[in-house]
Each structure stands twice: as C-alpha cells, then as structure tokens.
C-alpha cells in the first residue's frame, strides 16, 4: 500500500467520525496553517484546504460561523468576499495548546504545584472556571480543588482575571518537595487524571499514523495537497489528545508511556510533509491582500527545527526505531 492510499484510509476514518466537527477542524487549521502565515484568510482558501477531507463548502460556512458566535474568529468583508482570523481572546485560548504541540520535550520539575479552590466561587462560574481549568489539562484533585504541576501561579492569575474569577479564587503555589514520595505522587496523578484512558489514545494515534510513517519511506508519492492533507489530519488528532495530556514530568509517568512514542512520530511525519504542503499552501491562501505571506521565523522552530532535513530522525528507516 502506498503513501497515498494510507493517506486515503486516514480520510475515510475522519469522514466516519459522527458528529464530523468541523469547527474544531478550522481551530487546527488556523492554529497549524493560518496564524503563522499573519493570520487572517479568506473562506474560499480555507474550503480548498478542508474539502479533500470530506468537509463540504456548507459545513466550512456553518462551522465558521458558529465560531465567530463563539467570539473564537472574527470576520471582515471586502466586496462579496468573508475573510477570517482568531480573535484575541481565541487566540490565547489555543496558543498554550498549539506550543505545547510543537515542543519536543518538557522542563524538569521543581516538585512543585499549582492547587485552585473554587468553593468560594457562585456555581455558574465556578463551572465555568473548572471548564476552562481542565481545557488546559488541570487535574481535580478533590472537590472544589484543581491541581497541576507545572503551571503556576503567576501565569494563572490573568486567567482568572479575564474570567471575572480573580477575587473568589485562592491559588496556592507549594514550595518545591525535597521528599517526593513517588509511589504516593504517581497514585494521587492516577486519581487526578485518567491516564489509562489518555495511554489508549495515544496508542491508538501510532497504530493510525505510523502506516503512513513507513510507507512514506518505500512509497511516497503524496503531492502538496496530499501533504496538506496528511499535516491537518495529524496535528489535529495529536491536538485533540494534547488537550487532554497534562504533560506531566517524566517521573510521574510510567516507564513505558505512550506519549514519548507519539510525539516522536508527529515530528517525524511533520517534518517529512512540511516542506511540500507549503508548496501548496503558497498557491492557494490569500486574503484581501493578496497571496498570504510565508510563515513567519518562528514556524521553523517547530519540533524543535524543521530547517535541518538530513538528520537521523528524518530518515524513515532509522527514526522508525524511536517512532
């Protein structure tokens, strides 16, 4: 089987998905594709990128425009012509989740956590706040308590503040463990966050992608749409897991998590389909400008650098091994 009829297999499991949620479609789109490139693009490009997915024209312009009801895009009309781009507030929803995306390793932990009490907050917002708590992987700890051990205090304060949270809130940062008691921690993370269920999903990200993995080394004969393609469909089944992903430190994760796997093998694949998919990129996005410009420095620091293509990891025979 070739590159291309794996990618075709990866297609038609996303077209099986009920409901087909577009939207969250766009979200990786703009987040991978679009924001890079200064953000803004008109509806057409955006339907020649989603189409090939089995996403209708139709569906692009309900989903859009739920999207701007949900203060996630914003719109501009020029003449007949709807361009789009991620509101403020939309983009600093995602931007955490989208770098945790790209980046390959995480810092070593102090031993620290972050612990949120929500008792004193009225019980609408106090639902809301956990919501978005747990939208940027934050654990339950015990009610009324959300934990994690990487965020901080400092980052979590204007947070709250934008959620009208702020002055009914307590956030405690702990003071680094010199006992870190890594039976009782890795028991305490098992109640806070379901990493069974998380284990799955990652293994079930490498039995889906790795196929296309190893064909690209035997069979590629994916063109830059094809590439296109393959990049959303990856990014957005790793986002959709990463969300969910505390990215907890290493040594509150078992020996063997699945997790190390599957972002080896999103790098790998990046970086193999990357540079061809702007190709097409480059002749098909554009907004009331003109052609969108090309993605800016920081796009190249992805996956830890997508300029060097002749490492080791971005052979398919010997990054396999550690894929």
């Keep these: 089987m070739s590159a291309k009829q794996q990618l075709g297999s990866l297609v038609r499991d996303f077209q099986k998905k009920r409901p087909l949620r577009a939207g969250s479609l766009i979200i990786t789109t703009y987040g991978d594709i679009i924001h890079p490139r200064g953000g803004n693009v008109w509806l057409g490009s955006l339907m020649k990128l989603l189409t090939p997915m089995g996403v209708s024209e ?9 999207l701007v009801q949900e203060s996630w895009l914003q719109t501009e009309k020029v003449g007949r012509c709807s361009y789009y781009s991620v509101t ?12 945790h995306v790209y980046t390959l390793g995480t810092d070593d932990w102090n031993g620290s956590w972050c612990l949120v009490f929500l008792n004193q907050l009225e019980p609408e917002t106090r639902a809301k706040v956990r919501e978005e708590l747990k939208w940027l992987s934050f654990g339950s700890m015990a009610s009324g308590v959300m934990e994690h051990p990487r965020f901080t205090r400092h980052e979590l304060v204007p947070l709250l503040q934008e959620w009208g949270a702020l002055e009914d809130t307590i956030v405690m940062q702990t003071q680094p463990l010199e006992q870190r008691s890594p039976r009782a921690l890795r028991r305490q993370v098992k109640e806070s966050w379901n990493l069974d269920e998380l284990g799955f999903r990652y293994k079930r990200f490498l039995e889906k992608f790795r196929p296309l993995w190893r064909e690209i080394s035997t069979n590629d004969n994916l063109s830059p749409e ?12 790793y986002r959709k897991i990463l969300l969910r ?7 509150l994760l078992p020996g063997d998590w699945e997790g190390r796997s599957a972002k080896q093998l999103c790098r790998n694949l990046y970086r193999a389909i990357y540079s061809r998919s702007d190709e097409y990129l480059a002749s098909v996005l554009e907004n009331a400008s003109g052609p969108l410009p090309g993605p800016s420095p920081g796009f190249y620091r992805r996956f830890g650098g997508l300029a060097d293509e002749n490492t080791a990891d971005n052979n398919p025979a010997v990054a396999e091994e550690s894929a």
């Design 58 to 66: 139709r569906l692009v312009r309900t989903s859009v425009y739920r």
């Design 88 to 99: 403020g507030a939309g983009l600093r929803r995602f931007q955490q989740a989208f770098e």
């Design 226 to 237: 094809d590439c296109v393609t393959a990049r959303i469909l990856l990014i957005h089944e």
């Design 245 to 251: 992903d505390p990215l907890l430190p290493d040594e």
